[in-house]
Every structure is written in structure tokens, then in C-alpha cells.
């Protein structure tokens, strides 16, 4: 325990140190571009089922903002109205203030919500529908004397700003253990909070500030009857840390509850459509029996095991705070098979538990068998399977063992830092003599991906943008010799820590090749890659212009297929063509279209990829993302999480050009060659200025360079390079056009601002190149 503690403190001091840095760090200013909306923060948060509430929102580029729109249908919002001080019999709209009502059929959850504005619907935040009563952070609250009143069993959604502090009291009783859970990056507000307790006479009696697994709770069982305080404050006291400034404040939710939290299940995932044998380990279980697993905070967790009816397959819209919560030292998970499941609460007569995922297994459950510590005493499975176990103790080693056949190929995969722990495991993979003396295989630390060419060292798409990289250790293995195989599998830091909590899927399974997508908004970047920010941003696609959204490709198990891109869902007079994504790729973009005759519109599109994986059609709808909280490369990352749809907005202001290349056709060539593709510039309104061509979206051994059409020319052409060794079929590629326009942006009542001048990126029409077959001699595949 001594060592978990010291384990957990130095966590905190890095995490306090890195805070820091971010602090004092300036973080840069967004690049002028065309505006599009964006939602930095609302206030209050949530809301319960059957009730309304007052909800006030702060952003960027939300001028004339209208509606609010929620991922669920049964949450709904108007504008508040107050009477015109000029005319009485006049009702105008309360700037950015709404009153959202929720159906008391909505489960509670997390959802989405965006801002809708004259610069189309937002990017999202968090909105949570919760059984509990809400209330509203009252100033003045600074300090213990002028604390603010809470009731137990209830939830005030706060802001922190620099220097703050909030302090609430409350009334428990002798023996009661109250959890309290103070809500922040899990709702979208990035910021470290701190929880300190006071008793009546102003005492510090403790403190939370460590939220190694997910939330940040302080577990406090009352030794008497009284009154007691609680505080929140940053933990770098800083002001205007995060993007947005006063646009994006420190929020929080703060809740005082008494009904069960489930800190972990055991085991962490099932046999899809099974009714399955689960142990929930937590606090204030109903029936629950005390264990001898004890809490850094040195409290005792408890077991209640229960039986669950696995659903057959995942919900279509998955709970946010499911994916909120399975990013412990990454910002999201990968979609997968392996990453698959359903979101529980534990049902008690005073309130649901909190949600917690439990994934679809990908091979029948077996469970970590001690002891298993040692070469000596291996646990014997058989494959394929899933083995659920915990790097419980300080040294843990467990050590498996299996038979194979002689060219089987199966999958090895670790799932424990994606299920939201905070581990690194590691992986030795070793082939046992017939003296049972074994030989290293292969070390395996962080994710791979084989079978697409040469090995990727971590599987991260989607980069800066959505950063999927994972500590979580995955491997192809293909069995060598009949006999018998052993894995050694081990924390990278088991000498200084174990818990209970840091749980484990271990699956040894069949290959299953398959993918899956992933949308992104598309940020306008600063041409130096060190220099690039990725910023909350929502796609708007102007009347007579192109936007574009990028799709992340994930494959898995060895698949290298081509994979068919479309959309579908747009509005009249919006086009997006189709693209196909090759086996080098791991990105694509789909450019989308606006005519003249556009109208303004926003909702929901589906991205559909559509491939042959073992001779059979399969169909795959991408999942949406968006960036939550600036990042710049050269310095920090941002923070990215999935969402529920992916969002278009179109609006009738008019693109200051369109930039067409190669014509609307299909260039066919054959390798080896170069080519001349026609650019054509279509200038609106006043636009007058140079362009500027650069490639950005290039397929593997196709290239070209950057050119410029001057002010004073329509068209021009551009070279396209294509290497002998570029694969042979359909290819994408796209530019970016890098100008100079006079843009008058409106005011709040809509009539138009002073005109300034921006230095804007917009995409290019994509441009189609088909390569041919070499006519003699063999081709080599191309480099991955």
C-alpha cells in the first residue's frame, strides 16, 4: 500500500509539473480564417428527466446564434425572450440564453449539444441528463464563511476562474460515506480540480486531487453528525489556461451522493448475447461485503457479484461517457472489434450507479488463475481465448501457456490502459522447448500493426487530431512449429505498483481481418508541421465553394483491401464524390461541393465504407469525432473524443472562389510518368487575389508541387509526378488553396462588420488519376 501511495504521488507531481508548463506556455493564437462556430462552454450542464432549465452558453463565432441541438431527439431548447425596452409589445431574444426542456424518457447519460449560429451548427459539448437535483453555482462562495448550501443526494454545476476558489457545506451523519465526485474533463473542461474537506470548525479533515482512475472523488464517511465544507479550486490557481479565455471557462459538476459507485467489474468484458456472472467492485453496493482491496485514500472497496444479460450487439449510438472514460494516458481508443461493448449502471432505491463499459469479448472468457506468477507455474489455456486478470500485487508477473499448430496465425491483443487504468503492459512471447526449457520469441511493448506491409510502430490514425496511440501491447503471430508457446505478460512499472483495479483483457484469437472509420473535422493548418493547431472547429461548406472532412482508416487482423467511401444524407445542391481508399492508406478525404442554389441546412450525414474481406461485401458507418481543447504539436496535444453523428452544415453566404483541378474527369496514366492537369479559378464578389496551390493530400508515390496562379489570371495547370513503383487503380489527391480576402464578418444584430483582410485555406475539387497497368515487366508494390 505504501508503495501504491508513493506510486500515485509521483503521478501527481508530474501531472503538476506538466500543468505547469501548459500554463506558463503561451498558447498561440488561432490562424484568421473564414469562420465557422464553435461551442466553448454551457452553464448549467445537465439537467434531470422531466424538467426544464435555464442554460446560458458561451463560444466563438456565434453571432445570431438560434436553436441549441442535442444528439438525442427528447432533449429540446428554445431562445429565452424579454421584453424590447423600446417596444413593449415587442419580445427579443436574451442573448445566448436558452431554455432546454428534457422528456422524462430520456435515459441518463451524456449528450451531445452544438450551438446553431449565422456560421452553421457548432462543434459539440457535453450535456448530461442526471437523476439527481441541479443547481447553480451562487458567488459569493470564496471561502468557508459565505460557503454555498448543498443538499446531499444533489448536483451544482460551478465555474473556476483564476485565483477562485468555491465552497459549498453540507449536512451528513455519523457513519454515512458520502462520495463526492467533482466532474470536469469528463464533460468537456479541461483542468485539474482539487477537493478539500473542512469540519465545522474550519479543519482540514482531507483532500482529493489525484484522479488516476477516471473521476476525481473524495470518500468521506462522517465520524459524527454535523455540518461539513467541501472546496474546489484549479490546481494552478490559473487564469484563462485553455482555449476560448473567458470563452471556455474552468466548469465543473459537483455531486454529493450516497448511492453506489462502481470503481470496476470483473470480468471486464463478455460473451456477446450471454447472461454472464459479473463482480462489481465499489462503494456503496447494495448487499455489497467489504473486501480486503483498500483505496489509495486507504478506504475499503466492495464486491457484489451480479448477473447481466450481454447484449447480442453494441447500441448504434454508444453513451458518450463511455468513451469519455476508456482514454486513461491516451485521448481516445481506437474503434475495433476489441473495443466493442454496452455501458451498465447498478439499479438501488437511492439512485442508480454511475455507467461503466463492459466489452464484447472476442473469444470465450477464461479468468487469471494464482498462481501464475512464475515459468514454473504457468496457467494452461486454451486458444483461442480471452483471459480477464489483474496486475493486483507489487511484482506481479502471470505467465500463460498454450499449444498451436504450424501456421496458424493468431492475433495477440492487451486491452488494460484503454479500459481506462493506468497501465503499461508489456508482453514477451516465447516458444517452450520439448526439455521445457523456452526461447524468446518477441517483446512486445506498445500496439502494432502487421500485415500491411511493413510494421507500424503504434497505431495512431488519427495523429494530433484524434490520438489513439495506446500503451496497450498488441502482435501477429504466426505459429512457427506445432508445440507448446508461453506469454509473459507484466506491467512496465510492476517493481513499484499493483492494484486490484488495473484489470486486463489478455485475447489470443483467429485473425478476423476487418475496419473501421473514423470522421474528423478538418482544421485549416499553418503550412511548418510543427506549427499546426488543432482547435475545436465544425465544418461549414459555403454557396459555391468545397469543404472538407477527413476519414481515419483503421484496419485490422491483416486486412489490406480497397475500401469505398460515400456519403449519404445531403441536402439539395451539396455533392461529394466518391473516393477510394487504398491499402497504403490510413486517411482519406471527402471533399464536398456546394452549388448556387444552396440553402442553409445543418444536421447529420453518414460517411459508408464498403469493402470485400473474405470474399463477402462488408459495410462499415464511420463514427464521429471532434476535437474538445487546442493542442499545437510542437507543444502539447489536444484533447479529441468520439461523438454520436457527424455534422454538415451549408450556409447561402457566398465561398469567395472555387478552385477546380483536372476538370471533373478521370486522368489515366501509366506509372512512370508526368503529368499536366488544368486548374480553374472561379472568382465571387470582389475577389480579385493571387492563389496559391499547395498539395496536401498525396497517394503513396504520387506527388506534386506548389504553384501560384497570379491575380490576374482564371487557370493555370499543375504537375503531377507519377513513380514507376505507384500502385496501379484509383487514386485521390487534393489541394489546398492559400489566399488573401476582404471579409466583412456580421455583428450580433446582423448587419455587417468593418471588411478585414484574412489569410484563408480552403480545399480544392479532388482530383481523379487513374494508374494503368504497366504494359511489360512487373510491378512493385509500392513502399507502406
Known sequence: MRQIRQTIYSWCIFSCCLLTALALYPLPQASAQLPAATLSSLQPVGANPGSAVEVKITGVNLEQVSALQFSHPGITAVQKMKQD?????????????????????????????????????????????????ETVEQEPNDDLEHAQEMQVKSTTDGVITGGDYDVYRFQAKQGQRLLILCEAKQIDAFWEPILTLYDASGKQIQEARDPTFHDLILDFTAPKDGEYSVRVHDLLY????????????????????????????????????TQTSFTLYGRNLPGGKATAQLLPCGKPLEALTVEIDVPETAPAKPA???????????????????????????????????????????????????????????????VPCEIAGRFATVGDRDWYDFEAKKGDVYQIEVLSQRLGVGTDAFLVLQQVNADGTAKDLQEIDDQTLAGIGRRTRVLNVGKYSFNSKTDDPGYRFKVPADGKYRILLRDMYFMTRGDDRFVYRLSIRKEQPDFRLVTATHYPEDLGPQNRNREPWSTLLRRGGVERIDVLVYRWDGFTGDIRLHVKGLPPGVTCEETTVRPYQQTAALIFKADQSVKNWQGPIQVIGEAVIDGKQETRVAEGSAVMALGRTARFVPRSRRTRETILSVTEEQAPCLVTIGAGKVWKTPADTKIKVPVQVTRYGDFKGAVQLIPVVNPDKISSKVMTIPADKDSGEV???????????????????????????????????????????????????????????????PAT
Not at 447498478?346 to 469479448?361: K, M, Q, R
Not at 500502385?727 to 487534393?734: A, R
Request: glycine share 6%; charged share 20%.
Open 719 to 781: 504537375e503531377i509526378v507519377v513513380d514507376k513503383r505507384a500502385i496501379t487503380g484509383p487514386h485521390q489527391m487534393v489541394f489546398e488553396v492559400k489566399t488573401d480576402v476582404q471579409y466583412s464578418k456580421i455583428k450580433a444584430d446582423g448587419t455587417p462588420g468593418s471588411p478585414r483582410k484574412l489569410s484563408i485555406r480552403i480545399p480544392t475539387t479532388q482530383i481523379n488519376v487513374q494508374v494503368e497497368p504497366v504494359p511489360t515487366g512487373k510491378q512493385e508494390k
Open 85 to 133: 425596452p423600446k417596444q413593449k409589445d415587442k419580445q427579443i431574444p436574451v442573448a445566448n440564453t436558452f431554455l432546454v426542456t428534457v422528456k422524462p424518457d430520456v435515459p441518463l447519460g451524456v449528450y451531445d449539444v452544438r450551438a446553431l449560429s449565422h456560421y452553421g451548427l457548432s462543434s459539440p459539448r457535453s450535456f448530461v441528463v442526471s437523476n439527481l437535483p
Open 238 to 273: 490559473a487564469q484563462n489556461r485553455y482555449v476560448g479565455g473567458n470563452n471556455n471557462p474552468c466548469y465543473y459538476r459537483l455531486t454529493i451522493n450516497d448511492a453506489p459507485y462502481i470503481d470496476y467489474v470483473f470480468p471486464p468484458a463478455a460473451k456477446a448475447g
Open 320 to 382: 458518450i461517457e463511455t468513451f469519455q472514460r476508456l482514454r486513461f494516458g491516451s485521448m481516445v481508443a481506437a474503434p475495433s472489434d476489441s473495443m466493442e461493448g454496452f455501458a451498465y449502471r447498478l439499479p438501488a432505491e437511492n439512485g442508480p450507479s454511475n455507467s461503466v463499459f463492459i466489452g464484447f469479448a472476442t473469444a470465450p472468457v477464461v479468468a487469471e488463475q494464482e498462481p501464475n506468477d512464475t515459468s514454473e507455474s504457468p496457467q494452461m489455456v486454451n
